[in-house]
């Protein structure tokens, strides 16, 4: 297959079909049935058009016309594509259960995307939901998607950040034991998390001067030592030294009353210490519109802020705005890097 780069005056945003007995495939046709996406981009599915096929009728979805292709070379810019990935093998669909065949190919349908992506013939990834159970192989030690793409990307590191119209959050500490978590909070992770977030909101998102908060990792931020020393030992020296250095990073708060007082509307984003610590109030304040950006890669990687939802899959109950909002948030990251790049050319000059 040729490398050469397609021209196009729209991005082309490829989707993989992730397990294909979560919600996934639902999603994608519901959110693809928007008449809005041809308007704004190409999008090309990595799947099968036999899974299409069996979930279109088994929700009676419409059947709209879906270019089947090889690669990307045959792509028609006009049309939602489809790039078939092992066309010939007959998949046993069962929504809602959990199969290792689903997660092999959710697998191989991620890694075309990926190859295709960094070879610029497409220009980003929009990932629907995998499980972290059916998709370890030797071949795959990776956790999840972020991982699998910082290494295909040869990323040494990269933020997690959720993304909505009124709020954004990263973390600190990702994937990771909650027990964990204290030994992972350093003045070197700070200062790289901070600059991946604050790199990206220039980047990717056009904020010029990025307001950033920083939570606190104890129980009303340590109260002064006495819940615990990781604020006044790590945490708020750190964003001192970044103060210091001329960035408007602020904190560490209380993560209870810094979201009930919905203070996160008076910064750009918030940097959380672990996990659920970012993600519950993501998810309860955004959860239909949020979508996960993966910052700091070459390449841009949006996905759902849900998971495979096997207990509604096959119902047709699944809402398929946060896949929607993935491609649209896709589109206008990929718009916003072109912009820059008159900019950085001269830089490099």
């Known amino acids: 297959m040729s490398d050469k780069k397609i021209p196009r005056d729209k991005p082309i945003i490829g989707i993989?079909?992730?397990?294909?007995?979560?919600?996934?495939?639902?999603?994608?046709l519901k959110?693809?049935?928007d008449n809005r996406i041809l308007r704004i981009c190409t999008p090309v599915i990595y799947g099968s058009m036999k899974i299409i096929s069996k979930y279109r009728k088994l929700h009676q979805y419409p059947d709209w016309f879906i270019n089947q292709v090889n690669n990307t070379t045959q792509i028609t810019l006009k049309k939602t594509n489809l790039i078939a990935v092992h066309a010939n093998r007959n998949f046993e669909v069962n929504p809602g259960q959990v199969t290792q065949?689903?997660?092999?190919?959710?697998?191989?349908?991620?890694?075309?995307?990926?190859?295709?992506?960094?070879k610029g013939q497409i220009d980003a990834v929009v990932t629907?939901?995998?499980?972290?159970?059916?998709?370890?192989?030797?071949?795959?030690?990776?956790?999840?998607?972020?991982?699998?793409?910082?290494?295909?990307?040869?990323?040494?590191?990269?933020?997690?950040?959720?993304?909505?119209e009124f709020l954004r959050v990263g973390v600190l500490t990702g994937h990771v034991p909650l027990r964990e978590v204290s030994d992972l909070i350093t003045r070197e992770r700070i200062f790289k998390k901070i600059g991946l977030m604050s790199d990206s909101l220039k980047r990717d998102f056009g904020v010029q001067k990025?307001?950033?908060?920083?939570?606190?990792?104890?129980?009303?931020?340590?109260?002064?030592?006495?819940l615990g020393n990781e604020e006044q030992a790590v945490i708020r020296p750190a964003v001192l030294e970044l103060k210091?250095?001329?960035?408007?990073?602020?904190?560490?708060?209380?993560?209870?009353?810094?979201?009930g007082k919905h203070d996160y509307r008076k910064f750009d984003a918030v940097l959380a210490m672990y996990h659920d610590q970012g993600l519950v109030p993501f998810k309860t304040l955004a959860m239909t519109e949020g979508v996960n950006f993966t910052a700091g890669l070459?390449?841009?990687r949006t996905s759902p802020d849900h998971g495979t939802a096997y207990d509604i899959a096959g119902k047709n109950l699944a809402d398929e705005t946060s896949l929607r909002e993935s491609i649209f948030l896709a589109c206008e990251i990929v718009k916003a890097r072109e912009a820059l790049k008159p900019e950085l050319e001269e830089v490099k000059e």
Request: glycine share 12%.
């Open 128 to 164: 629907a939901p995998i499980n972290k159970h059916n998709t370890q192989s030797e071949e795959f030690p990776f956790p999840g998607h972020t991982e699998y793409l910082a290494n295909a990307c040869g990323v040494e590191d990269n933020l997690m950040f959720l993304v909505s």
């Open 298 to 300: 070459p390449i841009v």
């Open 101 to 118: 065949e689903a997660g092999w190919y959710a697998v191989e349908c991620l890694k075309l995307a990926v190859r295709d992506a960094l």
């Open 210 to 226: 990025p307001k950033i908060a920083v939570l606190g990792f104890n129980p009303h931020a340590g109260e002064e030592g006495l």
């Open 31 to 33: 959110a693809l049935a």
């Open 244 to 259: 210091k250095r001329g960035n408007l990073v602020y904190g560490p708060f209380p993560a209870d009353g810094f979201f």
């Open 16 to 28: 993989t079909i992730g397990d294909f007995n979560g919600i996934g495939t639902e999603v994608i």
